[in-house]
């Protein structure tokens, strides 16, 4: 079997920084996208990387990037769980499609492919998941219920799973990163929003310290002094507090 690292949503944003980085680090990759254009540009500049174009969406999708897997004989030995998107608006005024889809990407497909891999990791005990969580796990967001409440899924069920997964090895990190430099703003409908723009970090640095948390299975990682802080004060002020300074929100 030839190790690999998959990545989901590796065609734009901290999707494509995993790659670059965990390439540089030697890794074999496995990139995961609905764009294949992208995927493979990608592949041709980095090398060492096989392509899945793949809508992770869709109904078996998990089920389907697995068996993929298995018949090219890949083993993987790191998982990044990057794949997601937001969606801006009034709950009962947004497609509802569109926000059953958010929540089948965002929660089922990467609790799917945990439930998939997590097995042969402990059964190696060696192994590594990072999923991408993000700083609106830790309050509701109204104006982007949905989304918020996949966030806050995600880091619930990724810091219990360290927990089950620490004693046989593997390693199992939330990324909680706040506003950055990708195109989530534009699919979540507020592209050229001036706070966000201006307080947003650039993808290399929240990978870094992703990749730096997982080597020292840290359970949560928040990227950035200001995101800290953020995430902090979310523990100590009063629920009704947040949702209005959440829903006071411009985007």
């Known amino acids: 079997m030839t190790k690999v690292a998959l990545i989901t949503g590796a065609s734009a944003g901290l999707g494509e920084e995993f790659a ?11 990139l995961a996208a609905r764009r294949k254009d992208r995927l493979d ?14 809508d992770l969406a869709a109904a078996g999708s998990a089920a389907k990037l697995v068996a993929d897997l298995e018949r090219a004989g890949e083993q993987v030995e790191l998982l990044i769980n990057n ?10 005024e947004l497609d509802a499609a569109r926000q059953r889809e958010m929540i089948d990407l965002n929660v089922g ?13 402990i059964a190696r005990k060696a192994g590594g998941i990072i999923n ?21 899924y995600v880091l619930s069920f990724t810091e219990a799973l360290h927990e089950e997964l620490k004693p ?21 409908g507020f592209g050229g929003n001036g706070m966000f723009d201006r307080v ?21 990682v928040v990227p950035g002094i200001v995101n800290k ?5 979310t523990r100590f002020a009063p629920r009704p507090l947040l949702r209005k300074i959440a829903g006071a929100i411009k985007y």
């Open 168 to 188: 046989h090895g593997v390693h199992v990190t939330a990324l909680c990163p706040g506003p950055t430099k990708t195109e989530f703003g534009e699919v979540a």
């Open 109 to 121: 497909t990467l609790t799917d492919l945990c439930r998939a891999i997590a097995p042969g990791m």
């Open 229 to 233: 802080i953020g995430a902090a004060s």
């Open 200 to 220: 947003a970090m650039q993808a290399g640095p929240v990978v870094t310290a992703a990749l730096d948390g997982l080597d020292r299975n840290h359970a949560v």
């Open 41 to 54: 540009a990608l592949a041709s500049e980095l090398g060492n990387v096989r392509t899945i174009a793949i």
């Open 132 to 152: 991408v969580a993000s700083t609106a796990a830790f309050q509701p967001g109204p104006k982007m219920a949905v989304y918020f409440a996949t966030k806050a």
């Open 20 to 30: 670059r980085q965990l390439s540089q680090r030697g890794h074999r990759l496995v």
């Open 83 to 92: 794949a997601g998107y937001g969606l801006i608006g009034r709950f009962a």
